[in-house]
């Protein structure tokens, strides 16, 4: 089955330093890959998506993910990081056990940002 | 603001009991999915409706069930309920593709937090 692997289950900077969230993904081909971001007591709001038109991908608030076939990962950067960006981060791909009408979710990567 | 509301946002049950959370989706969408997101977690895919007929379905045992009503808002029925089933239950829109497959964003609703005793 599909799926993604995050590497790191908690992250911390201080405000204004970059951001890296990695992330693996296993598939016999490209897959679609999403980014999702939880904050605290908040629902899932998409980050970026990957769907094989561009292997360097931006998303919103500054975030962006390249697709590295080779290294089969899609992490996530930014270049200075903002407390606001405070959050669980998700790795996601849809899933094809189930006909892609679900997303595979990563066991999520907690970013916490100093100030 | 995603368009998508649950209801209720916060709810205490006892073992055994029956729960029903409720979904009112984005408007034109026609596909409703739920989730289950466990304390510290990702969530996990329960189940999928697409254009009011079950359209996939998770690792969940048959005691989760839903509908999907003509107005595309959503209900999850959960019954006989056990202390593992405290979690966060995410509802999520979109518009499905062919048979309901993802295409694009999934819009999701802030969750209902259910706590088994």
């Known amino acids: 089955a599909q799926s993604v692997t995050q590497l790191d289950s908690h992250v911390s900077v201080s405000e204004g330093t970059p951001v890296l969230l990695r992330c693996n993904y296993s598939s016999s081909y490209s897959p679609s890959l999403f980014w999702y971001v939880q904050h605290p007591n908040k629902g899932l709001q998409l980050l970026l998506k990957y769907t094989s038109a561009a292997t360097l991908v931006k998303g919103i608030n500054g975030f962006e993910a390249e697709f590295k076939k080779s290294e089969t990962s899609f992490h996530l950067t930014k270049p200075s990081a903002h407390m606001s960006d405070a959050a669980e981060y998700f790795c996601v791909v849809p899933g094809l056990d189930t006909g892609r009408r679900a997303l595979t979710f990563g066991s999520g990567t907690r970013l916490q940002v100093q100030p | 603001e995603t368009g998508v509301t649950q209801s209720p946002t916060h709810l205490i049950k006892t073992r055994g009991q029956q729960v029903t959370l409720r979904c009112s989706s984005q408007?034109?969408?026609?596909?409703v999915s739920w989730y289950q997101q466990a304390l510290g977690q990702g969530p996990q895919f329960i189940f999928q409706y697409y254009r009011e007929e079950e359209n996939g379905r998770g690792n969940f045992p048959p005691r989760f069930s839903g509908l999907q009503f003509p107005n595309y808002s959503s209900e999850l029925n959960v019954n006989a309920l056990e202390l593992d089933d405290s979690a966060l239950y995410l509802c999520?829109?979109?518009?499905?593709?062919?048979?309901?497959?993802?295409?694009?964003?999934?819009?999701f609703g802030e969750g209902s937090r259910l706590t088994v005793l």
């Open positions: 408007s034109g969408h026609n596909t």
């Open positions: 999520a829109s979109s518009l499905g593709g062919t048979s309901g497959r993802i295409t694009g964003e999934l819009f």
